[in-house]
């Protein structure tokens, strides 16, 4: 009898504890863990660093209101500004709750500048931004919104497809009342799909034309997942507003909003707060967190040890080109996509004690901490590959 609602299709395993890439289940069973808490756990499980700051912040300090200075907050958001286009951060504690204050942010730069009618948000239709009201609704997806009616107003959409033009009509979905394009740069629930270098270059051209704002969703493929610290810096496109949560508190919960000096004169007094974000426990994690990304060589071997295991598994995908449709993704933020329903195959990976998570369009999502080892990547090339042998 369990009294939690019903709101998840939980598998029937717990785990005592965990340590870096594995997991240890309850009946004393070894997972390698290719999930890490849906790429938040960037570190892998209980890192000795992050333990250890945790538990010298704890003594110390838990919780103060955003009333007083919070100077572990200034400490983190300083390290964020150096290392990206940011001039600004406001912290929250959950990604869905980022990518509504980054949609606040955009709605009160125009409300400040006199064009409080522009508050139009164009988003990708079936993409994710949480499961707030009005992230379900920018997320355009029938599946999220179904009952959770009436509709929040504000969001329009656009089609990302697979062939090209990549955004086919998007000129004629943007109107004179369209505030912000808000995209994933990798859509990661809908199934791992990059955004093309190209195509970001595409839309900060309109952006930039049509003066709005590029909000640029790096909850998931923030961080350091996509082998950058930001998975658009590839591209060498500068957004206005960058919403991140996941891989940032290393299993901790933290978001933010980044923004840029234009955006951030709304952001008055009173204009937004948050009770928990910015708490100095969180803050001193993340900052944790920043320092060893930050370290030299650390997203060199994040990008080398991908590198490799995007080879590898195109290999796999070769040998089994009747089971595995496409290997895609970019950094460790990988999707395995099969030509029929994964559902089979994620369970034998598991009988097998490797763990990895469904994406969208029939996608094996594989997320493994960002400073796995290669003998880790290896175990689980092992198992995919005796997976697809094996799989009928
Ligand atoms: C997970 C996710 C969110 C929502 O984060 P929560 O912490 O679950 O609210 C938003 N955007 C993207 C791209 C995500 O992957």
Same mark, same amino acid.
């Given at each position: ?64 209101? &955003? ?5 572990? /907050? ?18 929250? &504690? ?45 997320? /355009? ?14 969001? @329009?959409?656009? @089609?990302?497809? @697979? ?5 086919? %009509? ?6 004179? &009342? ?49 082998? &950058? ?43 937004? /707060? ?54 895609? /993704? ?36 594989? $997320?493994?901490? $960002? %400073? ?8 689980? $090339? ?11």
């Amino acid at each position: 009898m369990s009294f939690l609602a019903k709101n998840y299709n939980r598998k029937k395993i717990s785990f005592k504890y965990g340590k870096g890439s594995y997991l240890y289940s309850k009946d004393n069973k070894k997972y390698l863990d290719f999930v890490q808490g849906i790429a938040v756990n960037s570190l892998g499980h209980a890192n000795p660093l992050l333990v250890k700051t945790i538990k010298d912040q704890s003594k110390k300090l838990w919780h103060v209101s &955003n009333a007083f200075q919070i100077p572990e /907050g200034e400490k983190l958001a300083k390290k964020l500004c150096e290392r990206t286009f940011a001039d600004y951060v406001m912290f929250q &504690n959950s990604g869905a709750e980022a990518t509504e204050a980054a949609i606040k942010v955009a709605r009160k730069y125009f409300y400040s500048i006199g064009k409080p009618k522009k508050n139009r948000i164009l988003c990708i239709k079936n993409s994710f931004h949480g499961r707030t009201l009005a992230a379900i609704f920018a997320s /355009g997806s029938k599946k999220m919104t179904e009952g959770f009616g009436p509709k929040i107003p504000g969001f @329009d959409h656009i @089609d990302f497809k @697979d062939s090209k033009p990549r955004f086919p %009509n998007i000129r004629k979905r943007i109107n004179k &009342n369209t505030a912000a394009i808000m995209v994933e740069t990798i859509l990661g629930e809908g199934g791992i799909k990059p955004i093309p270098d190209k195509c970001l270059k595409y839309l900060r051209k309109i952006c930039n034309e049509k003066k709005i704002l590029l909000i640029l969703d790096e909850v998931q493929c923030g961080i350091g997942r996509s082998g &950058n610290f930001f998975a658009f810096e590839g591209s060498k496109v500068k957004p206005d507003i960058v919403p991140i949560a996941k891989g940032i508190g290393g299993g901790f919960p933290i978001g933010a909003v980044l923004m840029n000096k234009k955006v951030a004169i709304g952001m008055t007094p009173g204009s937004h /707060g948050s009770t928990f974000g910015g708490n100095p426990l969180a803050m001193s994690v993340g900052s944790k967190v920043m320092d060893v990304i930050s370290k030299k060589n650390f997203l060199n071997n994040v990008k080398k040890l991908s590198k490799y295991f995007h080879f590898r598994l195109s290999k796999i995908k070769e040998a089994y080109p009747h089971i595995i449709k496409q290997v895609r /993704g970019k950094g460790l933020l990988i999707g395995i996509q099969l030509f029929e329903d994964q559902t089979k195959f994620i369970k034998k990976l598991m009988d097998n004690k490797l763990l990895t998570i469904r994406a969208a369009e029939n996608v094996v999502r594989i $997320l493994p901490p $960002l %400073n796995v080892k290669k003998s880790e990547i290896d175990l689980a $090339l092992k198992i995919i590959n005796k997976v697809c042998s094996e799989y009928k």
